[in-house]
């Protein structure tokens, strides 16, 4: 099993930076990828960012160029720096790890950004 806690989140206005933070721990070997999903109210989860074990990334295209994932592998956590955030970024922000079949959430983070 694999527990996953989030950190990060917070109310900021438009144009300001957040770091969200996601670490890992339980049975943590051969994860496969990590990543972070946002949902806001009345829409459907979707893509942020995600990096996969070998470190390639991907970046929703709403959100290149601003956000950028990262990892600290010997802390088997990773972040999500978010730059220029935009009200249309208020979510709450969600960790995702893939390891084998399976799929593990974090708790969720909110982020609100006011303009």
């Known amino acids: 099993q694999v527990r996953l806690v989030e950190s990060g989140g917070g109310l900021v206005q438009a144009g300001a930076s957040l770091r969200l933070a996601c670490s890992a721990s339980?049975?943590?070997?051969?994860?496969?990828?990590m990543g972070w999903y946002r949902q806001a109210p009345g829409k459907e989860r979707e893509l942020v960012a995600r990096?996969?074990?070998?470190?390639?990334?991907q970046h929703a295209d709403s959100v290149k160029g601003r956000f950028t994932i990262s990892r600290d592998n010997g802390k088997n956590t990773v972040y999500l720096q978010m730059n220029n955030l935009k009200a249309e970024d208020t979510a709450v922000y969600y960790c995702?790890?893939?390891?084998?079949?399976?799929?593990?959430w974090g708790q969720g983070t909110q982020v609100t950004v006011s303009s």
């Open positions: 995702n790890l893939e390891r084998y079949q399976y799929t593990y």
């Open positions: 339980g049975d943590v070997i051969c994860i496969t990828a």
């Open positions: 990096m996969t074990s070998g470190g390639s990334t």
